[in-house]
């Protein structure tokens, strides 16, 4: 069973990470969202961090590489939630989280997917 | 200055690394760090425990409440026994990596830290020290 | 020696030494009633006693704990209080005195033990007293570090312009540390609100260093990194012109002369505009 309940929610999915990141889980991760937005054809995905007290640059290479495979599978990340101290540590600590989108809350982050996929569409 | 409340730990596994996060939050949230220095600290012993485990084959780290008066800081001092580092100012910068990934992991920790000192040789270990004052 | 004579005889020297520090002239009844320092005095001798009793004089050892957790109390109380630090280690030296004249009027003590029986309780209670006073100062630091807090909380309030726009104007020099607490805040503000866009305006602040505008753009960063925006106001010639010869590199943030451009540009982003109200006649509002 997932230590990260993820859930759908219409064409997205919902992911809301909990736990003090273990690696193992992390790459845990990676394989049950690639099948999952396969399975639901996901056209975008939700990583809600907010639980998160710290992104180091192993969780932020983490963050990359899930919306890299995201958008391989046809969807769109949206990493949401991030907590002001942590984004001020990522800044100092020079972590841009290239290719990674971000928006401040769930219902934002929803916007945001909406946003793009109908852009995608019109293309 | 004074050192005291020594902590020290093995941290062989990804399951160590978290303990370690765990543990130096709880001495900064003891020493009175506020919540950016507190996840700056947290963040700095997040990337060098996980060297530890991914490049050193495992090694120790030292949680230390220290003193100059009057000002009071925390310190943590990863040591391991494994290849060491033959190029420190190429490790050092940004963007270099021997595994793959972002590879910030020690200009990062340094630019996280107020005090930054590493001592490596090949074949001699490495031992890293960083220090956060309040 | 000295755990001996506190426990045979703690009702009489408390006694007497909560009257000397209440008939004393370092009392104030205005800040401590005579029974709060009943209190405190009866709870400090209990812990003394204890602790002397464990057979060791160093007072950081484990065995002393629970003194130093009453003086760790008394000292940040006391400190609250408004207390000095002398005031405060006059509490623990006072103790002194009534065990002192304990010592003398029980009798039946050698010169030799009564003199180390003085030693041991002048040491302990010398020791304590620094001990206090360090207390009280670490207090008195983190209580006008608190106090500096809220003031540049206060001074730099974050205002919703709109629903999903914040502004905050800051006023005044901005350094380094109210730099930070500020930029904390706002950040915190952005995520409590959910606001899309928010508006740094720094028409009231006459230099920017270089330090400043790290902070400026750190912030903007963050904000970014969080999923928010900000754009930057009212940025003045002479501040114009310090960002450039400083190399400041402004990148990709967005800047406007005035607070009422930004917030312009942040409706239209938002997908708002503003219109004239038209009266139910069809004529404008405004007119007769």
Redesign the interface.
């Known amino acids: 069973m997932d230590r990260f309940p993820i859930l759908k929610l219409g064409e997205y999915l919902l992911v809301t990470i909990q736990f003090d990141m273990h690696d193992r889980l992390a790459i845990a991760l990676q394989d049950d969202l690639a099948e999952k937005i396969v399975a639901a054809r996901a056209k975008g995905v939700l990583i809600d961090i907010s639980a998160l007290d710290i992104v180091d640059s192993f969780i932020g290479r983490m963050l990359a590489q899930v919306a890299a495979m995201s958008r391989v599978l046809d969807a769109e990340t949206v990493?949401?939630g991030?907590?002001?101290?942590v984004?001020?540590t990522?800044?100092?600590l020079g972590l841009?989280?290239p290719g990674v989108?971000?928006?401040?809350?769930v219902?934002?982050?929803m916007e945001l997917l909406r946003e793009h996929i109908e852009a995608r569409r019109r293309r | 200055m004074t050192t005291s409340v020594v902590d020290e730990r093995q941290v062989r596994t990804p399951d160590d690394v978290v303990l370690v996060r765990q543990a130096v939050r709880q001495r900064a949230v003891d020493l009175?760090f506020n919540l950016?220095d507190q996840t700056k600290l947290v963040t700095a012993a997040s990337e060098l425990a996980r060297n530890l485990v991914q490049h050193a084959g495992g090694g120790v780290v030292r949680i230390e409440s220290i003193t100059d008066a009057?000002r009071r800081g925390l310190r943590l001092v990863f040591e391991d026994q494994g290849p060491g580092i033959d190029d420190i100012a190429l490790a050092m910068r940004d963007g270099y990596s021997t595994a793959g990934g972002l590879g910030l992991g020690l200009s990062g920790a340094k630019r996280l830290s107020n005090d930054f000192q590493i001592d490596s040789a090949p074949g001699q270990g490495t031992r890293i020290t960083i220090a956060r004052w309040r | 020696m000295l755990s001996e004579i506190l426990k045979a005889h703690d009702t009489a020297i408390l006694q007497r030494w909560v009257e000397a520090q209440t008939t004393g002239n370092g009392f104030r009844p205005d800040r401590m009633s005579a029974a709060e320092l009943r209190e405190s005095a009866t709870e400090f001798m209990t812990a003394l006693r204890r602790a002397s009793e464990s057979g060791t004089g160093d007072i950081h050892a484990a065995s002393w704990q629970e003194v130093r957790d009453v003086l760790n109390s008394l000292s940040a109380q006391r400190a609250e209080q408004g207390f000095s630090p002398s005031e405060t280690a006059m509490f623990v030296l006072s103790l002194k005195e009534p065990i002192f004249q304990q010592l003398r009027e029980s009798g039946g003590l050698v010169p030799a033990k009564l003199a180390d029986a003085i030693w041991e309780t002048s040491t302990v209670l010398d020791k304590l007293g620094l001990y206090t006073t360090e207390v009280h100062?670490r207090s008195r630091?983190?209580i006008i570090l608190r106090q500096q807090e809220e003031m540049m909380e206060l001074s730099t309030p974050v205002v919703t312009l709109w629903d999903g726009v914040l502004a905050l104007p800051l006023i005044g020099t901005l350094d380094s540390a109210r730099t930070?607490v500020v930029?904390?805040s706002l950040?915190?503000r952005?995520?409590e609100t959910?606001?899309?866009i928010a508006i740094i305006d720094i028409t009231g602040v006459p230099t920017v260093d270089t330090l400043t505008a790290q902070h400026l753009l750190?912030t903007v960063?963050?904000?970014?990194?969080?999923?928010?925006e900000c754009i930057i106001s009212g940025i003045r010639p002479q501040i114009a012109q310090t960002i450039v010869h400083l190399g400041v590199d402004l990148g990709s943030v967005m800047t406007k002369a005035t607070l009422a451009d930004a917030f312009a540009v942040a409706l239209d982003r938002m997908g708002m505009a503003v219109r004239k109200a038209k009266r139910r006649d069809g004529r404008d509002a405004r007119e007769g």
Do not use: F, H, W, Y
């Open positions: 990493v949401v991030m907590r002001p101290a984004a001020i990522l800044v100092e841009s989280l989108r971000t928006a401040l809350n219902e934002r982050g | 009175g950016v009057p | 100062q630091d983190s930070q930029m904390e950040l915190q952005i995520v959910g606001a899309s750190k960063a963050a904000a970014r990194l969080m999923g928010g």
